[in-house]
């Protein structure tokens, strides 16, 4: 976006002596495990504040120093110890080496102009700090990272956090409980969980390899918002229940099933055999289970799928049941079972070329993460909004609605298939704008 200009820059860190008491945060299989991957970006719009700039800026950076107290591995590095052979031990030094904060204006930019697009614009990355960046690069640069950006008719608050540290359960953890402290809450309502879960005694220290630092141009990519209500939702989980004869089917399963469906359809590239996939974050929080307010990554990313024919002829009830079963599997043994099998065959996500052509569908984020409760004091956000880093072809991230209860699928395709969007029947008839 090449209106936006950077007004100030700068490395904030924690502000007291009562910060959070810790000096070294050990890296879990799930946090190590995607050391290679790209980092998260979530953003908010906000109507434009009854107070000036400088008093904006002046209360988002104390309330964010104070933050950090708090969550003092956001404001760290990520550390290698030397390990045997030419390998090393990944951690976070809790060095309070500080998180970076920008502060950007957009004047000539309304937020209609981003949103009222059809797609996502690719110059939002203008509106989020530390781009061209990948979790590796936690070892010298800041963990997390939020730009502040002035539109004509509102603000953009963009976060870019280290992937390897915090998953998003934790990030917006911290972005609540910066809210609430901007607010001028004295503390915070929910501390955050440093101790550490790892499988055994024996996985807490996992020798990994030098990361190289290896970047691929993406391929062209189209990303756009489509709304569901909480009325069309609940007409597609009783039609996928009723057609599938079961009760158990859940509201995302369906919208799960939907999506890998279109998808699938969509791109009219897949052979009758061919096997398609649909990859799922499974949660282990509740699952294992860990403390409330566990800080860090807690999820195996688990896949289930089946041949392109299988799963456009015979229904949305037989995708959406097929998603139920290989969820409702995933209990704590599963998710314990999993990292255990990583630990003894430690391999990094990533660091790939992207595949010329795609054949599944990631769902990530969630829709039950609490991203209208973030008024920082001048009002609650109007939107949510993803980056550009995290863009593949089949990347789908799901958020809740600001209004009516239903959820924002925020969706990731090549061209081609974006566009073919437009004239199925089957997603047109569910889709409420």
């Not at 031990?89 to 998180?99: L, P, Q, S």
């Not at 930019?109 to 690719?122: A, M, N, R, T």
């Not at 939020?146 to 603000?155: E, F, I, K, P």
């Not at 003894?344 to 209208?372: E, T």
Request: with cysteine; charged share 20%.
């Amino acid at each position: 976006m090449a209106n936006v200009v950077v007004i100030s820059s700068c490395l904030i860190g924690t502000t007291s002596i009562d910060a959070a008491p810790i000096s070294r945060l050990d890296l879990t299989p799930w946090d190590l495990q995607i050391l290679k991957l790209n980092p998260m970006q979530r953003g908010l719009f906000f109507h434009k504040p009854q107070f000036d700039q400088t008093s904006l800026i002046l209360r988002l950076k104390n309330s964010f120093s104070r933050a950090l107290d708090f969550f003092p591995p956001l404001a760290g590095r990520i550390s290698a110890d030397p390990a045997a052979d030419s390998s090393f031990y990944y951690f976070v030094d809790c060095n309070n080496a500080g998180a970076e904060f920008i502060h950007a204006d957009a004047s000539s930019v309304s937020i209609s102009d981003i949103l009222g697009s059809k797609y996502i614009p690719e110059t939002v990355s203008d509106l989020f700090p530390l781009g061209e960046y990948c979790n590796s690069d936690g070892l010298s640069k800041p963990l997390l990272g939020v730009q502040v950006t002035q539109l004509a008719d509102g603000v953009f608050l963009g976060c870019t956090a280290n992937h390897a540290v915090v998953d998003g359960v934790s990030l917006w953890h911290f972005i609540n409980s910066w809210s609430e402290l901007s607010r001028g809450s004295a503390t915070i309502s929910k501390t955050p969980v440093f101790d550490r879960w790892f499988p055994s005694a024996a996985s807490r220290l996992i020798p990994l390899p030098p990361l190289e630092k290896i970047r691929y141009p993406p391929p062209p990519l189209l990303a756009r918002l489509f709304h569901f209500s909480k009325e069309s939702l609940s007409k597609l989980k009783s039609r996928a229940n009723s057609e599938a004869g079961t009760d158990k089917i859940s509201t995302l399963q369906a919208l799960s099933a939907l999506l890998w469906r279109t998808t699938t359809r969509c791109r009219n590239q897949h052979g009758a055999d061919e096997e398609v996939r649909i990859l799922l974050a499974i949660g282990a929080r509740a699952r294992i289970p860990l403390p409330k307010g566990y800080f860090g990554n807690a999820f195996n990313g688990s896949s289930t799928s089946m041949s392109a024919s299988e799963l456009l002829e015979r229904g949305l009830w037989h995708a959406a049941r097929k998603i139920n079963e290989h969820v409702a599997a995933q209990g704590g043994e599963a998710v314990i079972k999993t990292v255990e099998n990583w630990v003894r065959n430690p391999v990094l996500f990533g660091g790939f070329p992207p595949p010329k052509r795609s054949s599944g569908v990631m769902i990530a984020s969630s829709h039950r993460h609490n991203v209208y409760a973030n008024d920082f004091g001048w009002g609650k956000p109007i939107a949510a909004l993803s980056g550009t880093i995290e863009r593949f072809d089949g990347n789908i991230k799901l958020y809740p609605a600001p209004a009516d209860g239903g959820i924002d699928v925020e969706v990731c395709l090549a061209p081609e298939t974006m566009q073919a969007m437009d004239d199925d029947v089957e997603f047109l008839e569910t889709i409420s704008i």
